[in-house]
């Protein structure tokens, strides 16, 4: 069974870092593209990094030289290192995955079936 779990959320302040994990079991890990997706209250869900199976990134503009991506195949862990942390990161985080997405900047909530249960950041000003 499929299954992801987002850790690492909390209360920062301005400027300070988090560091997300996505902890993947029941399914072939390394086959797969992983996307950070996240949603503010009133927004719609929105790709903010993804990294597919070869190791491609994306990143969306608003965090470009901000958040940082990686995956530890042998620990079916993804990690997104997020610096410089203003009060409009603040979202609910989901880690999703799927083997649909071939390219990283399909970093669409389409292309991506199995979600997390999402990890919540808030960014004090």
């Known amino acids: 069974q499929l299954q992801l779990v987002e850790s690492g959320g909390g209360l920062v302040q301005f400027g300070g870092s988090l560091r997300l994990s996505c902890a993947a079991s029941g399914f072939s890990f390394d086959d797969y593209a992983i996307g950070w997706f996240r949603q503010a209250p009133g927004k719609e869900r929105e790709g903010v990094s993804c990294?597919?199976?070869?190791?491609?990134?994306y990143y969306v503009d608003s965090v470009k030289g901000r958040f940082t991506i990686s995956r530890d195949n042998a620990k079916n862990t993804v990690y997104l290192q997020m610096d410089s942390l203003n009060p409009e990161d603040t979202a609910d985080y989901y880690c999703?995955?799927?083997?649909?997405?071939?390219?990283?900047?399909?970093?669409?909530?389409?292309?991506?079936?199995?979600w997390g249960q999402g990890t919540q950041v808030t960014v004090s000003s």
């Open positions: 990294i597919v199976s070869d190791g491609s990134t």
């Open positions: 999703a995955a799927d083997t649909r997405p071939l390219r990283p900047n399909y970093c669409l909530p389409y292309w991506y079936s199995a």
